[in-house]
């Protein structure tokens, strides 16, 4: 199947920092992928859609200033946390979407290994 | 109401056991239904997409009822390593494609 992979794996950091996630499709690619957060015991939610070569579209509620997302390549999509805070602290998982005919079923969805941030 | 919808659980189930487990949605136009399974502080993986016709993997079968807006997952001699968290997913376009996660069903299957 194909893979996707997150960089890095799981990050501390100080308030106030910025932190960047990377999202890689490592053998398809992927015009559009997505960024999800989850806390503990609940379900995905996503935060934003990115499409490559425009702008992401953030869904209600996402401030699109303290998550910047950029997906420069078909196999690239990055997440940046601006000025994180403890309430950040979360679990990041982006997935990427295949086109039509790589895996035989339209419009899949494979889920990168996932990112989790704690900020103290 | 939420636009997915599952029983949270859990379910406790012996193994070899059946155990089923529903999902309504709300948006009538939904147009693309899946099941994933999540396992503990891991990333979601597709177990198997849900078509109109219902379908079977192995022990797995998936069925979709339209007319009532819900999708069923079957899981049949249920296995140790069956446990983990079944997530329904539904998309939906809307000038663009939106998915939504339920909530998730937790499933422990004991010896």
């Known amino acids: 199947g194909a893979v996707v992979s997150q960089h890095p794996s799981w990050v501390i950091c100080k308030s106030g920092t910025s932190v960047k996630i990377e999202c890689r499709s490592l053998?398809?690619?992927?015009?559009?992928m997505f960024w999800y957060r989850q806390f503990p015991k609940q379900s995905l939610m996503l935060m934003a859609t990115?499409?490559?070569?425009?702008?992401?579209?953030?869904e209600q509620g996402v401030e699109k200033d303290k998550f910047l997302i950029n997906h420069a390549s078909l196999t690239l999509s990055t997440l940046t946390v601006t000025s994180a805070h403890p309430e950040d602290s979360s679990f990041y998982i982006c997935?990427?979407?295949?086109?039509?005919?790589?895996?035989?079923?339209?419009?899949?969805?494979?889920f990168g290994p996932g990112t989790r941030l704690l900020v103290l | 109401r939420k636009e997915v919808e599952q029983d949270p659980g859990p379910f406790n189930v012996p193994e070899g056991a059946t155990v089923a487990f529903n999902c309504t949605y709300s948006?009538?136009?939904?147009?693309?239904f899946f099941w994933y399974r999540q396992d503990c502080r891991k990333e979601p993986k597709l177990l198997m997409s849900?078509?109109?016709s219902g379908n079977e993997d192995g022990r797995f079968t998936a069925q979709l009822n339209r007319a009532s807006q819900y999708i069923s997952l079957l899981i049949r001699d249920s296995k140790l390593s069956d446990s983990a968290t079944y997530l329904c997913?539904?998309?939906?376009?809307?000038?663009?494609?939106?998915?939504?996660f339920g909530a998730g069903t937790r499933l422990f299957v004991k010896a």
């Open positions: 849900v078509y109109s």
């Open positions: 997913v539904v998309r939906y376009n809307t000038g663009g494609f939106k998915t939504i």
């Open positions: 948006n009538s136009a939904s147009q693309s």
């Open positions: 997935s990427a979407r295949d086109q039509p005919g790589f895996s035989g079923r339209s419009e899949t969805q494979y």
């Open positions: 990115s499409n490559e070569g425009s702008k992401a579209t953030y």
């Open positions: 053998d398809f690619q992927a015009t559009t």
